[in-house]
Nanobody
Framework: VQLQASGGGSVQAGGSLRLSCTAS????????IGWFRQAPDKGREPLSC????????YYADSVKGRFTVSRDNAKGTVHLQMNSLRPEDTADYFC????????????????????WGQGTLVTVSS
């Protein structure tokens, strides 16, 4: 299933944004879900992973302490709270499932190419 990210926008450095991830009204898959981002002219960067039901989450060093991922299976939503934003956080942000696992093995995994959905643009100005 493709997940859809929303909630992006433009903020000044030091500001906050909260991104949301849904399955277009469907139930979230019983799989770990990760957040990735892609800055202009760069590859996709894994940021975080949250398990399907254990609540465990992991973060890349670049966002640890500033970003927090949460998951509400009853509401079918995963959130990424982003605080202390920096200009280098400017990117398209995506959420995506890990087809292979319901739990996270660290913050990164290799998603299926078929599962990439629409991202949401975050722009941070200095």
């Amino acid at each position: 299933v493709q997940l859809q990210a929303s909630g992006g926008g433009s903020v000044q450095a030091g500001g906050s944004l909260r991104l949301s991830c849904t399955a277009s009204g469907l139930t979230l898959p019983d799989r770990a879900i990760g957040w990735f981002r892609q800055a202009p002219d760069k590859g996709r960067e894994p940021l975080s992973c949250i398990g399907a039901s254990d609540g465990k989450s992991y973060y890349a060093d670049s966002v640890k302490g500033r970003f927090t991922v949460s998951r509400d299976n009853a509401k079918g939503t995963v959130h990424l709270q982003m605080n202390s934003l920096r200009p280098e956080d400017t990117a398209d942000y995506f959420c995506i499932q890990d087809r292979a696992r319901a739990y996270c093995e660290g913050y990164a995994f290799i998603p299926s190419m078929d599962d990439w959905g629409q991202g949401t643009l975050v722009t941070v100005s200095s």
